[in-house]
Nanobody
Framework: VQLQASGGGLVQPGGSLTLSCAAS????????MYWLRQAPGKELEWVSA????????NYPDSVKGRFTISRNNAKNTLYLRMNDLKPEDTALYYC????????RGQGTLVTVSS
């Protein structure tokens, strides 16, 4: 299993970013997927989930209404669109095949700062 996240960077508060995750080594279209994040000094937390077909999504209250998870099963790619970013969204973001992050790739760093 390989999961390679990309698209992170430095953004001002209120800005937007879209993360991508290229998946390989497994049948992507059969699995629900997750985005997780880990802020400095904090535990890993999930920030979005999507079912295998892409029709069902779920978010914690901390990002609901601001983040949108999506997927393209033909391209084996997972996405996370993040709007109205806040300094507390600063973290290393991972895509994962499970909610606990046991199967996750290298993360991509998102820094929200003015």
């Amino acid at each position: 299993v390989q999961l390679q996240a990309s698209g992170g960077g430095l953004v001002q508060p209120g800005g937007s970013l879209t993360l991508s995750c290229a998946a390989s080594g497994f049948t992507f279209r059969l699995f629900g997927m997750y985005w997780l994040r880990q802020a400095p000094g904090k535990e890993l937390e999930w920030v979005s989930a999507i079912n295998h077909a892409g029709g069902v999504t779920n978010y914690p209250d901390s990002v609901k209404g601001r983040f949108t998870i999506s997927r393209n099963n033909a391209k084996n790619t997972l996405y996370l669109r993040m709007n109205d970013l806040k300094p507390e969204d600063t973290a290393l973001y991972y895509c994962a095949r499970d909610k606990l992050g046991d199967i996750r790739g290298q993360g991509t760093l998102v820094t929200v700062s003015s």
